[in-house]
């Protein structure tokens, strides 16, 4: 995945990774684009992770939403995590339903419409516990559960230097009084060092805002007779950057996958990359490009400054995704000429943001040594 520059129209072997070509016993099979998953190296993320939490002695609790897969999610269970993380009400009933008994859905639930009946039903079938960063929302939720607040834990979210969301770590003990108050169950606090990506020191400077900031919190939690049993952090380039001091849980999630962003952040390796998608060249028609059959409907449009545009085409670092129509992905041909892949071939890409990639996908295709093992389907796709 490394984007050295390839003498003209040959292959880079330095940026196939550990990734040998697709076989064509397995091109035959496949309906492009699909989403490929390396059952081994999945296999080997989690356990990795899971052990690192484990050496760490602090909690795993992944994010569902980079694969929406009750398979995975059950996988990551049995390697160590002590629940699940979610972004939606939706995602928590897809695992809800499939037996995962303690879920934080990590986001400032507002339970409006559907949601309000919802939010009551999962606190009364599992371990829930939602976010919170004002007390506006704090009244809604208190009063969406209605005589039983206590089934709801709740965890004030602190902003350490994301900027998105989440109260000034000096004041999550006001919060947390104000909760606590209503009956809800305060349980600790919780930030998301988004800031994390970027280049350089990025990760490492992200990691010491969310312990600082957590501590900064919890203490306040602490001075306002608020004991916090969670003190949470986590994204996948700070999660055992910051595993230390007040933190007692992470919550990564695309390091299940890893993508092209985390590949060039440092926070995984080209080997560590699980899943690609694979895709048809269907055009060569206009000079100085190829057509694939990857656009916006099957990629996502998520770009980065520091990254050259939607995904790495693998093997191939002078074939430059860089116009993405629904169905059309429009590569630039730098340099490589008759040699780059032709109408018909299959490649394989690296999104940017593997997260909204799966969303966009109704199941995943694990393989192994170039043969299918398996479809899972991406259970929780699309839910709010
Ligand atoms: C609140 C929260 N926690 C955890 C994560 C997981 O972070 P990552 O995607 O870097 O693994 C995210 C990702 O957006 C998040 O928003």
Known sequence: MENRPAPSGERDPASIRSM?????????????????????????????????ARE????LRPHFKTHKSVQIAQLQLQHGAT???????????V????????????????????????????????????????????????????????????????????????????????????AARLGLDVAGVFTH?????????????????????????????????????VVSAGSTPTAMLSATGPVTEERPGTYVFGDRQQVAIGSCRDADVALTVASTVVS?????????????????????????????????????????????GVATLHGAGDDAPGVGSVVQLVPNHVCPTVNLAQELVLTRAGEILDRWPVDARALV
Not at 56 to 59: A, C, F, K, S
Request: one cysteine or more; a negative charge.
């Open 56 to 59: 760490r002695g602090v909690d």
């Open 193 to 229: 060092g988004g800031h994390s990506y970027g280049l350089g020191d990025a990760p490492q400077r992200a990691a010491r805002d969310e312990v600082d900031g957590l501590a900064e919190a919890a203490a306040a939690l602490r001075s306002n007779g608020v004991e916090p049993r």
């Open 95 to 178: 695992l809800a339903d499939a037996g995962v008994e303690d879920i934080f859905v990590a986001y400032p639930v507002w339970p409006g419409g559907p949601k309000k009946q919802l939010l009551r039903q999962l606190a009364d079938q599992v371990t829930l516990s939602v976010g919170l960063d004002s007390t506006v929302s704090a009244d809604a939720l208190a009063g969406a559960l209605g005589a039983t607040p206590g089934s709801l834990r709740v965890l004030v979210e602190v902003d350490t230097g994301g900027h998105r969301t989440g109260v000034r770590p000096a004041d999550a003990g006001a919060l947390a009084v104000h």
């Open 83 to 93: 629940g699940l993380t979610c972004a939606t009400l939706g995602e928590a009933r």
């Open 20 to 52: 040998p070509d697709l076989a064509p016993t397995l091109v035959d099979q496949l309906d492009t684009p699909s989403l490929l998953v390396d059952r081994d190296v999945l296999d080997r993320n989690i356990e990795a992770m899971g052990r690192q």
């Open 284 to 328: 060569r028609a206009v000079p100085g490009q190829l057509v694939l059959d990857a656009g916006t409907k099957c990629l996502g449009r998520e770009t980065q400054p520091w990254l050259e545009g939607y995904a790495e085409v693998v093997g191939w670092p002078s074939v430059r995704l860089e116009r993405l129509n629904d169905h059309h």
